[in-house]
């Protein structure tokens, strides 16, 4: 795995943290929900929430994590919130992921969110089982057995 840039583990100014971070936390973000536009926005919001608390976010020992859980607990809600407004017996998918493999991407979908996380942060953008915990705001151990689970029915899905 590459090392990290300097400048993410400690930035010296937002304008350059945003610039080199801003695909980082996107990229995973949009492959685990697999809505680009929600993505986007999860990001957007995330950058503002840390330009507003930047004298805070820049000490911390894993800025990038910070901003990627804020994105991630963002688009958690507005799913949430879609959810409870759609109603009953209306629900029709209203977006579709656009990849190569079709069946890698069919495959994580059936998987529940937080295991789908883990999986595209590990092993489709090679963050460290720490990074992931870091990011994810759970230890180790849990990012692990959510890893062996998610694989297990990947591999029974594949089949």
Request: aromatic share 12%; no cysteine; proline share 6%.
């Amino acid at each position: 795995m590459e090392r990290p840039d300097p400048l993410i583990i400690h930035p010296v100014d937002f304008g350059t943290f945003y610039r080199v971070t801003w695909e980082r936390v996107y990229r995973p973000l949009a492959v685990t929900l697999g809505d680009h536009e929600l993505a986007r926005e999860s990001v957007d919001e995330a950058m503002v929430r840390a330009f507003q608390k930047w004298s805070k976010v820049r000490g911390y020992n894993n800025p990038v994590g910070w901003v990627y859980r804020v994105a991630l607990n963002y688009a958690r809600n507005r799913l949430r919130r879609r959810w409870r407004e759609v109603p009953w017996g209306s629900v029709e998918p209203t977006w579709e992921m656009k990849t190569p493999d079709f069946d890698l991407v069919e495959a994580l979908q059936k998987l529940p969110l937080r295991q789908r996380e883990v999986v595209v942060l590990r092993f489709l953008f090679d963050w460290s089982v720490s990074e992931v915990g870091e990011a994810l705001d759970i230890p180790d151990g849990t990012v692990k057995s959510r890893l062996h689970r998610a694989v297990a029915v990947l591999r029974e899905v594949m089949q």
